[in-house]
C-alpha cells in the first residue's frame, strides 16, 4: 500500500470513530453551491464556512463555470440548489499557461496518440490570463446560461491564498 493510501485508511480510522453525522439527507440543506478551484491550498470547508450537508462544492482546475456546468444542472434541479458562489483564487495555475502550452506539453511527455486524442476532442484547458475578468466573465457565463434560471443567486469571489481572505468581486 502507497502512504498516501495509507494515510487515508489512518484518517477513515479516526474521522469514523467520532463521526455523528450520518442521519444527514442527500439535498444540500442550504441549497447552495459553492465552485471553486481544485488547488491544494484552498479548504472550502473552512474558508467558506460550509458544515456537513449545507452545500454542494464543486471543484475544477480554476473554478471553470463551463466546465462544471454538468454538476451544476445536477445540483440545481435534481437537488435544490438555488444560488451559486463562484471562488476563484489568486496564484492559480490557470493563469500560467495556454492551450498552445498545454498542448504542447501533452505531445512532448504523452507523445503523438495522445495529442490527436487532443485535437480530436478540441478540449479546452480554459485558461484565463487575468483573475478578475475571468471572475465576471464566469458568472456572466451562468447569468446567461438558459440552464441557468434567472432565480438562481450567483455571486463571484477571490480567494487570496496569501493571506485566507475571500473578496467578492461580483
Ligand atoms: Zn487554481
Known amino acids: 500500500m502507497s502512504a498516501i493510501q495509507k494515510n487515508v485508511e489512518a484518517a477513515s480510522e479516526a474521522y469514523s470513530s467520532t463521526f455523528t453525522k450520518g442521519h444527514l439527507v442527500l439535498p444540500p440543506a442550504k441549497k447552495y453551491l459553492v465552485l471553486t478551484c481544485m488547488d491544494a491550498r484552498i479548504d472550502p470547508a473552512q474558508a467558506f464556512g460550509i458544515d456537513l450537508g449545507d452545500a454542494h462544492v464543486i471543484r475544477n482546475a480554476g473554478a471553470s463555470a463551463v466546465d462544471a456546468l454538468r454538476s451544476i444542472v445536477i445540483s440545481e434541479q435534481l437537488l435544490g440548489t438555488k444560488e451559486i458562489v463562484l471562488v476563484k483564487h489568486t496564484g492559480c ?69 496569501e493571506t485566507g481572505k475571500t473578496k467578492r468581486v461580483v
Do not use: C, H
Not at 502550452?101 to 476532442?121: F, Q
Not at 478578475?132 to 446567461?144: C, S, Y
Open 93 to 161: 495555475g490557470m493563469l500560467t499557461f495556454t492551450n498552445e502550452d498545454a498542448y504542447g506539453i501533452v505531445e512532448k511527455n504523452l507523445g503523438s496518440e495522445a495529442s490527436a486524442e487532443l485535437s480530436k476532442l478540441k478540449l479546452d484547458f480554459l485558461p484565463f490570463p487575468e483573475l478578475e475578468r475571468a471572475v465576471k466573465e464566469d458568472v456572466k457565463f451562468l447569468q446567461e446560461s438558459k440552464l441557468v434560471p434567472d432565480s438562481v443567486t450567483i455571486s463571484g469571489w477571490i480567494y487570496a491564498v
